[in-house]
């Protein structure tokens, strides 16, 4: 069962027997979705989310399902497969002589910079040029974090090495990772049949820890019911207003004269949010920037919407700054 069901069900059952008296009296005068905005308020609440992670390994992140994570040192020249399973984090693969691009961030194309961040990887592909070896995965950059701050390129993958024996441009790719081919099989069997992330780092070790992965996930609630009591003061409140766009496209202000209009209807709406990962994103600057993902379901009279969405965000003094989100 996925870790949000459990929390969910653990909620419940807290609030049930240990305000059974409060909540018969709320349900009564009230009605049902009242006692529902009870439950949203505990959500929204950072205490509660540390209680319900605290054995579990959120250092590499908090994933409701289980995942692999593909974690890169560029300076160490280090690459790790990371397992996490319900709270457990475990390493099942290692390499010391990664080769990666040029030091730095990438920032435009043919810069010859292998990204620092984090993003999804595909499943295995044939290149069709030796040079690439084997076979490859290709990672999501650029993202729309990447796009929201000028970044250019693309065709970031995870490859192995040509397969004539020659050198991968004297010992450094064109952006890319590359792994030993001998050891290319043996990373597809770890992650073929997992979703997978891809994190890179530039020489600094990029963590969490329960105290971040807390605030963040009572700050996504807390945000998540501003919107659905149509709050716009508070909803924006939760907006960087000088780095945000919007699927790299509407820029903050558009984007809050759009939600102020929306939200001047008073629409009666309801929102969940399910399949939860929060992941802290390596960056440059060392700022305390994560990835949060989740499925949302948004219904409305006038509008409903069912998938994935992402955002990225800052967290700085206990606050959610979004800065990007498609």
Known sequence: MKLLLRVLFSLVFF????NASNLAKIYLNEGLEAVEKVLEQELAS??????????KNVSLGYYDDNVAIVLTNKGDKIIRVFYYDDGKLERKFIQKDVLTGLAGDKEIEGDLKTPIGFYELGKKFYPGDPYYGPFAFATTYPNVLD????????GIWIHGYPLDGTRIDTYKTRGCIAIHNELLEDFNKLVADRKTYAMTEEKDKITTNIDEVSTLLANLFAWKESWQNNDIKKYLSFYDQ???????????????KTK???????????????????????????????????????????????????????????????????
């Open 147 to 154: 796009k929201t701050l000028g970044k250019t390129g693309s």
């Open 260 to 326: 102020e209009r929306i939200f001047s209807r008073n629409e009666k709406k309801v929102i969940k949010f399910s399949d939860l990962s929060i992941s802290p994103y390596p960056n440059a600057k060392n700022e305390k920037i994560f990835r949060i993902g989740f499925y949302e379901d948004y219904n409305a009279k006038n509008y409903k919407f069912k998938g994935n969405k992402v955002i990225y965000v800052r967290l700085q003094d206990d606050k959610m700054q979004i800065l990007a989100e498609q």
């Open 15 to 18: 609030i049930i027997f240990a």
């Open 242 to 256: 000088k780095v945000f766009k919007h699927n790299n496209k509407h820029k903050y202000e558009q984007f809050a």
């Open 46 to 55: 950072k205490e509660f989310w540390a209680k319900e992670l605290k054995d």
